[in-house]
């Protein structure tokens, strides 16, 4: 149930009050078409390759065990805080083939891509992905529930049903890459997903009130900004420096900035994470994670640790997983 409390996300590491969080109750790989590419790592990567468009349950029950505990176990510690978290419902079999037919299966354990917030917006966002394309549907009827509570809702112009196009009126924007921090908006641009024409969009819808920044991400190893950067507080930073093409944006230049590998945002997702608040961070609790806690602590946060390696595996962690509609 919604509350009556306005809708409204300041920053990254703004408190979080209400969020739309990532559902185990259907998981459908999708066609493994160019957009999968750079997702899934190790095994994950060849069970999606090798079961494209069947029900995860049916085709690896065991995995998908594992997937869904540690899904629901998130949303369960999220509730025991006192935070408000949404969920999708399931695509219908006729949005399962959405926009053109194939088989683009169900990927609603992570709902950062189809929406954003950013203050008092919430905008449905026109992603480059084929199975990102159709993930607003499940989640529109909390969009549309947001009216009721100063949101401005309102969506960017759809992207058809080619694999991609360019030029004036084509813009891509996926939630993975946006990052508001404050009033500036950071949007990062592998090549993959988001694009300039997306972000010259997004300042057009957002106005004079925000200043959206392009971030150029090394298009060889990263979809999305949240692959190489966490802003779990205003001044720190955990970021794969190498991977922005024109070095960190003016705006985060001078922070504190914990260093990730391209090897640790790759394979383990470093800097995809939960911010609960400025103090507060959930990081997975599989090992390969341990010197992030380290860090983190040394600058006085309290880490807290889930299981999450099964959910990281196919390509998206915390981050990926949840879009807020409070944080402030």
């Not at 997702?39 to 468009?53: F, I, M, N, S």
Request: charged share 25%; proline share 6%.
């Amino acid at each position: 149930m919604m509350s009556a409390e306005p809708i409204y996300v300041r920053a990254e590491w703004g408190t979080l009050k209400e969020c739309v969080y990532g559902w185990s109750g259907q998981f459908v790989w999708p066609k493994f078409l160019q957009d999968a590419e750079l997702r899934p790592t190790g095994g994950v990567r060849r069970a999606w390759y090798d079961h494209a468009e069947r029900d995860v349950e049916e085709s690896d029950p065991e995995f998908f065990a594992a997937w869904k505990s540690q899904i629901d176990g998130a949303v369960e510690f999220l509730i025991r805080q006192g935070i408000t978290v949404h969920q999708p419902i399931a695509h219908t079999e006729a949005n399962m083939r959405f926009p053109r037919g194939e088989n683009h299966g169900s990927m609603t354990g992570w709902l950062r891509d189809p929406f954003v917030t950013i203050g008092n917006h919430v905008i449905e966002l026109a992603p480059r992905s084929l199975f990102h394309r159709r993930q607003r549907f499940p989640v529109r009827h909390i969009l549309a529930a947001t009216m009721d509570r100063g949101a401005r809702y309102y969506s960017q112009p759809d992207c058809g049903a080619d694999d991609s196009m360019e030029g004036p009126g084509w813009g891509y924007l996926e939630g993975g890459d946006v990052f508001v921090l404050d009033r500036k908006i950071l949007v990062g641009h592998s090549g993959h997903c988001s694009n300039p024409e997306g972000a010259r969009w997004l300042q057009h819808a957002l106005g004079p009130d925000y200043d959206v920044e392009i971030c150029r991400l090394d298009p060889s190893c990263f979809q999305h900004l949240d692959c190489v950067l966490c802003c779990p507080r205003e001044g720190v930073a955990i970021a794969c420096v190498e991977a922005f093409l024109d070095g960190l944006p003016d705006y985060i230049a001078d922070w504190d900035v914990i260093q990730a590998t391209k090897d640790q945002c790759n394979e383990q997702l470093a800097t995809n994470h939960l911010v609960l608040d400025d103090r507060t961070i959930v990081i997975p609790s599989e090992a390969e994670h341990d010197w992030l806690e380290r860090e983190l602590k040394a600058r006085k946060f309290e880490v807290i640790r889930l299981p999450y390696g099964a959910v990281y595996r196919c390509g998206g962690s915390f981050r990926c997983a949840h879009q807020p509609l409070i944080r402030t």
